[in-house]
């Protein structure tokens, strides 16, 4: 990556940026965007002041916002609703994000439409993240489905919600690849793999855009973010410094977004973080070198929260005219919750410090969003206080809701099959702070939904089993902190219990933005608890609440089961207990590798193998591993069990020999030889055994969910091209080199499966 930081006073302040600037092939995209406006459109633009041409620039917190939309913006929206409707007359504000719902909507649409100047219609924003008023399991745990047409259909349900409540723009889908546990925004992501983290990207905005067009009073923009590599912060420190290589960026960080654009998504957030020193929002190599002249990407970038104006407090603008100056002139369009944009672009622009060519293409690009949501056709396409009440939390939501999440548990033990437990003849104790009550179900990062709304785990329970009676529930400890006869009561509970559940983990608070942890394990107040359970000796299953991968030690290692269970939301009990008494065969598979240890993150199982790997078998001396453990995961990515009891056998590589055009293909049996039908995520790998630029151990390359019945036998077929062996080579461009390749057709990033070797030409 460039070094722009050394002469960003004389290229970015001076007239030489300004020249650079209007002499790029940025200018191109100015012209594509000019021609999809409407003539209406474009007139509309050139009878704006300078001011109102910010104001078209400038979206804010929504001052009438809900108690979640406060929680969450990091600082208040400062203006009430009277002084943003204001700002709308006066034109001064292109829109609001988070606010209340369509009768909001509504009164400030009116507003704009009948008062302002030009009335130009406003643009209305959510965070919609995992769900609207109906919440879906969060995105890292629907990751963990492997199934794009899942995570598809979950985006556009909330989307149906979304738009029905007047919102025509979403900050999401999260792209960011996170590979330290420790990172709490991991949550809002697919994990740690690039193949992974680009079906999903691809499917979510496929999901809440819909296939009949932005134009659909049902669909909503989507925003990929954070451009770039928000999630490779330092130490997993939220907001913290990224110094990778541009090899990295290309190869990592910036393919999930390049499948978002591919998907057609109109808008992309510039991150808070630094990339070599020069802070993302105001990077002209991201997000002009790249983005617009490499790429080609001609939609909307914004700013995250205030983005703009920590430009100050990363020490790279001196004040906020400057850090105006600086994010207006990188290729930052719209300026969120600042206002610096409405307050100094018309300056700068005056004093010529910023040129007019530029603003108009800002400006463009605004209107163009706007156009394509049918906005200057119909305002209020998206506002309808009915259709609002309508849509929300319908059956058929619900519905999906409780399918999202029970296929996104995730099973990592069960040994002696003590899962799934029979709804009859056994009396069940539910133990621990996440087991009854309308609190800790929906996860973080949720502006409209609660957890008043969804259902617990008890109430889940109770309603699968014949008799609910048998059903008792204590909590046994709080989340960070021990109850007072708490570990005694829960003893008791489960010394008269047939099966316990034992619900520990984290808190939903524990994760998400800000939210990193230096320590990525279940806190002690519960690691009390589960001891003194376990040591009933009573069969234990361990139910994990967790918005990251986590630290797994004794005494939990100890249950004889282990699932995985998120943050599930609405329905996150009755989808736990459909795994729990078979009624669901668990099919998850973990996006996201759990390390023995806090202190190897950050693990990721497409690591290098260095000069000295450890060899198969017993930990050597002087090899790439802790003196504590091995370089590996405790669970690792991929893994994941089933109902059934899955084989692989049988690898076919044909010839071994794959030509530059042509296709290898990859075959090998599946076998479910146990009695209950199951969904085994069949996971092909590969590893380039000598090239230009080291390799991982293992990479991704393809995935299929396979349905085997009770032993049935499946042959699976991948087709291995050329074209998936690229990696970014020594130039920082993609290549491709012959030689030869290990594969592997396995269950896990760490399993053997059926492995051979082939040939690239």
Same mark, same amino acid.
């Not at 999260?174 to 991991?186: C, K, T, Y």
């Given at each position: 990556?460039?070094?722009?930081?050394?002469?960003?006073?004389?290229?970015?302040?001076?007239?030489?940026?300004?020249?650079?600037?209007?002499?790029?092939?940025?200018?191109?995209?100015?012209?594509?965007?000019?021609?999809?406006?409407?003539?209406?459109?474009?007139?509309?633009?050139?009878?704006?002041?300078?001011?109102?041409?910010?104001?078209?620039?400038?979206?804010?917190?929504?001052?009438?916002?809900?108690?979640?939309?406060?929680?969450?913006?990091?600082?208040?929206?400062?203006?009430?609703?009277?002084?943003?409707?204001?700002?709308?007359?006066?034109?001064?504000?292109?829109?609001?994000?988070?606010?209340?719902?369509?009768?909001?909507?509504?009164?400030?649409?009116?507003?704009?439409?009948?008062?302002?100047?030009?009335?130009?219609?406003?643009?209305?924003?959510?965070?919609?993240?995992?769900?609207?008023?109906?919440?879906?399991?969060?995105?890292?745990?629907?990751?963990? #489905?492997?199934?794009?047409?899942?995570?598809?259909?979950?985006?556009?349900?909330?989307?149906?919600?979304?738009?029905?409540?007047?919102?025509?723009?979403?900050?999401?889908?999260?792209?960011?690849?996170?590979?330290?546990?420790?990172?709490?925004?991991?949550?809002?992501?697919?994990?740690?793999?690039?193949?992974?983290?680009?079906?999903?990207?691809?499917?979510?905005?496929?999901?809440?855009?819909?296939?009949?067009?932005?134009?659909?009073?049902?669909?909503?923009?989507?925003?990929?973010?954070?451009?770039?590599?928000?999630?490779?912060?330092?130490?997993?420190?939220?907001?913290?410094?990224?110094?990778?290589?541009?090899?990295?960026?290309?190869?990592?960080?910036?393919?999930?977004?390049?499948?978002?654009?591919?998907?057609?998504?109109?808008?992309?957030?510039?991150?808070?973080?630094?990339?070599?020193?020069?802070?993302?929002?105001?990077?002209?190599?991201?997000?002009?070198?790249?983005?617009?002249?490499?790429?080609?990407?001609?939609?909307?970038?914004?700013?995250?929260?205030?983005?703009?104006?920590?430009?100050?407090?990363?020490?790279?603008?001196?004040?906020?005219?400057?850090?105006?100056?600086?994010?207006?002139?990188?290729?930052?369009?719209?300026?969120?919750?600042?206002?610096?944009?409405?307050?100094?672009?018309?300056?700068?622009?005056?004093?010529?410090?910023?040129?007019?060519?530029?603003?108009?293409?800002?400006?463009?690009?605004?209107?163009?969003?706007?156009?394509?949501?049918?906005?200057?056709?119909?305002?209020?396409?998206?506002?309808?206080?009915?259709?609002?009440?309508?849509?929300?939390?319908?059956?058929?939501?619900?519905?999906?809701?409780?399918?999202?999440?029970?296929?996104?548990?995730?099973?990592?033990?069960?040994?002696?099959?003590?899962?799934?437990?029979?709804?009859?003849?056994?009396?069940?104790?539910?133990?621990?702070?996440?087991?009854?009550?309308?609190?800790?179900?929906?996860?973080?990062?949720?502006?409209?939904?609660?957890?008043?709304?969804?259902?617990?785990?008890?109430?889940?329970?109770?309603?699968?089993?014949?008799?609910?009676?048998?059903?008792?529930?204590?909590?046994?400890?709080?989340?960070?902190?021990?109850?007072?006869?708490?570990?005694?009561?829960?003893?008791?509970?489960?010394?008269?219990?047939?099966?316990?559940?034992? /619900?520990?983990?984290?808190?939903?608070?524990?994760?998400?933005?800000?939210?990193?942890?230096?320590?990525?394990?279940?806190?002690?107040?519960?690691?009390?608890?589960?001891?003194?359970?376990?040591?009933?000796?009573?069969?234990?299953?361990?139910?994990?609440?967790?918005?990251?991968?986590?630290?797994?030690?004794?005494?939990?290692?100890?249950?004889?089961?282990?699932?995985?269970?998120?943050?599930?939301?609405?329905?996150?009990?009755?989808?736990?207990?459909?795994?729990?008494?078979?009624?669901?065969?668990?099919?998850?598979?973990?996006?996201?590798?759990?390390?023995?240890?806090?202190?190897?993150?950050?693990?990721?199982?497409?690591?290098? #193998?260095?000069?000295?790997?450890?060899?198969?078998?017993?930990?050597?001396?002087?090899?790439?591993?802790?003196?504590?453990?091995?370089?590996?995961?405790?669970?690792?990515?991929?893994?994941?069990?089933?109902?059934?009891?899955?084989?692989?056998?049988?690898?076919?590589?044909?010839?071994?020999?794959?030509?530059?055009?042509?296709?290898?293909?990859?075959?090998?049996?599946?076998?479910?030889?146990?009695?209950?039908?199951?969904?085994?995520?069949?996971?092909?790998?590969?590893?380039?055994?000598?090239?230009?630029?080291?390799?991982?151990?293992?990479?991704?390359?393809?995935?299929?969910?396979?349905?085997?019945?009770?032993?049935?036998?499946?042959?699976?077929?991948?087709?291995?091209?050329?074209?998936?062996?690229?990696?970014?080579?020594?130039?920082?461009?993609?290549?491709?080199?012959?030689?030869?390749?290990?594969?592997?057709? /396995?269950?896990?990033?760490?399993?053997?499966?059926?492995?051979?070797?082939?040939?690239?030409?």
């Amino acid at each position: 990556m460039e070094d722009i930081r050394i002469s960003r006073r004389a290229m970015m302040m001076g007239a030489g940026a300004i020249a650079a600037w209007s002499a790029s092939p940025a200018r191109a995209l100015l012209a594509q965007a000019g021609d999809r406006l409407p003539a209406s459109v474009e007139s509309l633009i050139g009878q704006m002041t300078v001011e109102e041409k910010a104001g078209q620039l400038t979206l804010m917190a929504a001052a009438w916002a809900g108690g979640a939309a406060n929680a969450l913006n990091p600082i208040s929206a400062t203006a009430t609703f009277d002084e943003q409707l204001a700002q709308v007359r006066a034109g001064r504000l292109t829109g609001v994000f988070n606010g209340n719902g369509a009768e909001m909507a509504r009164r400030m649409q009116m507003v704009a439409m009948r008062e302002q100047r030009l009335k130009v219609p406003l643009l209305f924003a959510a965070d919609i993240i995992h769900g609207f008023r109906t919440v879906f399991p969060m995105p890292l745990a629907e990751a963990g #489905t492997f199934d794009a047409d899942l995570a598809e259909r979950t985006a556009r349900a909330a989307a149906v919600e979304a738009s029905a409540a007047g919102v025509d723009w979403t900050f999401a889908p999260m792209v960011d690849i996170a590979r330290d546990q420790r990172w709490g925004r991991g949550i809002e992501g697919a994990g740690e793999d690039l193949l992974l983290g680009k079906t999903m990207a691809d499917a979510r905005v496929r999901g809440f855009q819909g296939r009949r067009g932005l134009t659909a009073d049902d669909a909503v923009a989507a925003c990929a973010k954070h451009f770039a590599a928000y999630g490779a912060g330092e130490a997993g420190l939220d907001y913290n410094t990224v110094d990778v290589s541009e090899r990295s960026l290309r190869e990592i960080y910036f393919p999930p977004f390049q499948s978002a654009f591919a998907a057609g998504v109109p808008t992309t957030m510039a991150s808070f973080n630094e990339l070599s020193g020069v802070p993302a929002t105001a990077n002209p190599w991201l997000l002009d070198t790249v983005l617009r002249k490499e790429w080609g990407f001609g939609g909307l970038v914004v700013s995250d929260y205030t983005g703009d104006e920590e430009l100050i407090a990363h020490g790279f603008a001196a004040d906020a005219r400057e850090a105006t100056k600086l994010a207006f002139l990188a290729g930052v369009d719209m300026s969120m919750q600042s206002g610096f944009y409405i307050k100094h672009l018309p300056d700068l622009v005056a004093k010529g410090e910023v040129p007019m060519e530029r603003l108009d293409q800002a400006v463009r690009r605004v209107m163009a969003l706007k156009a394509q949501l049918g906005l200057f056709d119909n305002p209020f396409r998206r506002i309808d206080p009915r259709r609002e009440k309508q849509r929300v939390r319908t059956p058929q939501h619900l519905k999906l809701a409780r399918e999202a999440g029970a296929r996104s548990i995730i099973m990592l033990k069960n040994d002696g099959d003590l899962l799934p437990l029979p709804k009859s003849g056994k009396r069940i104790a539910l133990i621990g702070p996440f087991v009854q009550g309308q609190r800790e179900l929906i996860g973080t990062w949720n502006v409209y939904g609660s957890d008043a709304e969804a259902v617990d785990l008890l109430t889940g329970v109770r309603a699968a089993v014949s008799d609910p009676r048998l059903v008792s529930a204590v909590d046994g400890s709080g989340i960070t902190d021990p109850i007072a006869g708490g570990i005694e009561a829960a003893v008791i509970a489960a010394s008269q219990a047939d099966v316990v559940l034992l /619900a520990i983990g984290e808190s939903q608070r524990m994760s998400g933005e800000a939210q990193s942890r230096v320590d990525i394990g279940i806190p002690k107040a519960q690691l009390d608890l589960a001891e003194a359970v376990l040591a009933t000796g009573k069969p234990t299953v361990i139910l994990l609440r967790n918005g990251r991968a986590m630290v797994l030690d004794k005494p939990v290692l100890d249950a004889r089961a282990i699932l995985v269970t998120w943050f599930l939301g609405s329905e996150s009990g009755p989808a736990t207990a459909d795994i729990l008494f078979g009624d669901v065969s668990p099919s998850a598979r973990l996006p996201v590798s759990f390390p023995y240890s806090t202190g190897q993150q950050p693990y990721y199982y497409a690591h290098k #193998t260095t000069g000295r790997p450890n060899p198969p078998g017993p930990l050597a001396e002087y090899k790439a591993r802790y003196r504590e453990g091995p370089n590996a995961a405790r669970f690792p990515f991929g893994h994941g069990l089933t109902y059934g009891r899955i084989a692989y056998s049988d690898l076919d590589l044909g010839d071994g020999r794959l030509n530059s055009d042509g296709a290898l293909k990859v075959r090998a049996r599946v076998t479910n030889s146990g009695t209950r039908a199951a969904t085994e995520v069949v996971q092909l790998y590969i590893h380039d055994v000598a090239a230009s630029i080291t390799r991982p151990v293992r990479e991704l390359k393809a995935f299929q969910r396979v349905a085997l019945a009770p032993g049935e036998s499946k042959v699976v077929e991948f087709s291995l091209r050329a074209n998936d062996l690229r990696f970014i080579g020594v130039q920082n461009r993609p290549v491709v080199e012959p030689g030869s390749f290990r594969l592997w057709v /396995a269950p896990s990033a760490e399993a053997d499966g059926v492995n051979g070797s082939f040939v690239l030409a």
